[in-house]
């Protein structure tokens, strides 16, 4: 059973940082490209970034380019999120989501994990 | 940047069809994939490269991608399949979400 279980959220005051993890189990995560999406309490789902599956390549959104990292340990089977110079508006349920290879989507999606960005 | 509109809400009546639209310019162009969210819960894959369902996605659940379209079509809409759908694609190897579509069943 695939499995992706994020960890790491909080409580965090503007200016700080957070790293979040996500534990991945039940596919093969080596060969899988992974993401994080973002979704603001009440809004919509937005895209946050992207990693190739041996970590060579990235790209962020814009709005957290330059403050955020995504990383991966594919001999843990984990993936990463550093997020430096937090804004109010970075508060967000946080997921991870594997990408469908050549599907053009995400076929699964973890449970989510809240950071929230305030004094 | 690329941008994908759909109606912030869409109620239907139990037994009815219920329809989702999702705009973008040249959208037929790419793929279109569909989520559905329930309250607290995480997104769940309902349909991707316009038309194909999931395992375990149950067959009232359809799609099509035209011109500057794509339509979500669930059939004999049941009181379980309220909830938030978000359709996307992707522009420049970038996935964009639509605002997310609000589906009363009532």
């Known amino acids: 059973e695939v499995q992706l279980v994020e960890s790491g959220g909080g409580l965090v005051q503007p200016g700080g940082s957070l790293r979040l993890s996500c534990a991945a189990s039940g596919f093969t995560f080596s060969s899988s490209w992974m993401h994080w999406v973002r979704q603001a309490p009440g809004k919509g789902l937005v895209w946050v970034s992207r990693i190739n599956s041996d970590g060579t390549s990235t790209s962020y959104a814009d709005s957290v380019k330059g403050r955020f990292t995504i990383s991966r340990d594919n001999a843990k089977n984990t993936l990463y999120l550093q997020m430096n110079s937090l804004r109010a508006e970075d508060t967000a349920v946080y997921y991870c989501?594997?990408?469908?290879?050549?599907?053009?989507?995400?076929?699964?999606w973890g449970q989510g994990t809240l950071v929230t960005v305030s004094s | 940047s690329y941008e994908l509109t759909q109606p912030p809400s869409v109620s239907v009546s139990p037994g009815q069809t219920a329809s989702i639209t999702c705009s973008g310019d040249k959208l037929g162009d790419k793929y279109a994939c569909w989520y559905q969210q329930k309250p607290g819960q995480s997104p769940v894959l309902v349909l991707y490269q316009d038309t194909k369902r999931p395992s375990g996605i149950p067959e009232r659940f359809s799609g099509s991608n035209s011109g500057n379209t794509a339509t979500l079509t669930i059939s004999g809409t049941q009181a379980m399949d309220e909830a938030d759908y978000y359709c996307q694609a992707w522009d420049s190897s970038t996935p964009v979400f639509g605002g997310g579509t609000k589906l009363t069943v009532l």
């Open positions: 989501a594997r990408e469908y290879s050549s599907a053009w989507s995400f076929d699964y």
